[in-house]
């Protein structure tokens, strides 16, 4: 039978103390370390961990919240975000100042809806704008309206014919006023050339010309002739050039020229002839106004007495 009185647990003992001794040492050096290669969390990074910058808590306590802190730079949350200064939602970005919905963007003055936009004054919606609906504009008086193709106003559709030349600056062909019981040309008003033909013939009611007085050229030949209501040429104080031929003929009217004063040039052959009011000292100052009318005349049969 053995005894067991003699035995010691392992450890125990001068040998044990020894070990146990040791043990101790190493953690205590251990621990040592660790704090000197920075495991304490005073020594944390912003940024290290998901939603340090975006957290609003200063994470390394150096005085730098979130995105304000260099360390966030990269971070998702701060490069470009929508929330900053210099994003897409402040100033300067796509919704403030300067951006897509304020003063000088698209919504706003400045912009495509206010002041100088197209909606407003000085826009192409506006007056006096040269848009096509306002004052000034292409659709209003006074704005160039070429016609081309040669016109007929007479006795049968006078109204309508009259309305296909309203507006008219300028007819390419040529323009005939027949036999109508018209008693002005109102409706010319604004036209300043005939490209062909312009005759008035047989007229008995047309007493005004005014609605010539802006027409300074005629391409091929001004006639006059059996309107006999026609008193003076007053309405043709603009006319300056005729390419061929003036006709004056049959007016039982007409006493003067005087209107026909800014017409210096008759190309062709002039004509004046059987008028039997239309007085001689009025044709020959006419004749010495027009420094460039053709020499090929027919003047006769108008009053000679004055």
């Known amino acids: 039978m053995v005894s067991h009185s003699n035995h010691k647990p392992l450890g125990f003992g001068s040998a044990g103390s020894s070990v146990h001794a040791g043990w101790a040492w190493f953690v205590v050096l251990l621990m040592a370390l660790g704090s000197q290669l920075g495991c304490d969390d005073s020594q944390s990074v912003e940024g290290r961990f998901p939603g340090d910058c975006s ?17 966030c ?25 300067g951006d897509d919905d304020d003063t000088g963007d698209d919504d706003d003055t400045g912009d495509d809806d206010d002041t100088g936009d197209d909606d407003d004054p000085g826009d192409d919606d506006d007056v006096a704008d040269g848009d096509d609906d306002d004052s000034g504009d292409d659709d209003d008086p006074g704005s160039p309206m070429v016609c081309t193709g040669n016109y007929t ?49 047989g007229n008995t ?30 309405g043709l104080s ?34 004046i002839v059987d008028n039997p009011m239309l007085c001689q000292s009025s044709i020959d100052a006419f004749l010495s106004g027009c420094t460039s009318c053709s020499s090929t ?6 009053n000679p007495g004055c």
Request: hydrophobic share 35%; aromatic share 4%.
């Open 55 to 71: 957290d609003g808590i200063d994470n390394d306590e150096d005085g730098l919240v979130d995105c304000a802190d260099s360390n």
């Open 73 to 97: 730079t990269p971070a998702p949350a701060c490069v470009g975000d929508d929330d900053d200064a210099g994003d897409d939602d402040d100033t300067g970005d796509d919704d403030d100042t």
């Open 153 to 201: 106003i007479d006795e049968s559709d006078t109204a309508g014919d009259v309305a296909a030349v309203t507006g008219c600056t300028e007819i390419k062909g040529n323009l005939e006023i027949y036999n109508t019981t018209l008693t002005n040309l109102d409706a010319l008003a604004g036209l300043h050339t005939v490209g062909g033909e312009l005759f008035m013939i």
């Open 205 to 234: 009611a047309l007493s005004d010309l005014t609605g010539l007085s802006s027409l300074t050229h005629v391409g091929v030949e001004l006639y006059l002739s059996d309107n006999d209501s026609l008193v003076n040429l007053e």
């Open 238 to 271: 603009s006319l300056e050039h005729i390419e061929w031929e003036l006709g004056i003929h049959g007016n039982a009217s007409l006493t003067n020229m005087d209107g026909l004063s800014s017409l210096t040039y008759v190309g062709d052959e002039l004509y």
């Open 297 to 302: 005349q027919d003047i006769s049969g108008n």
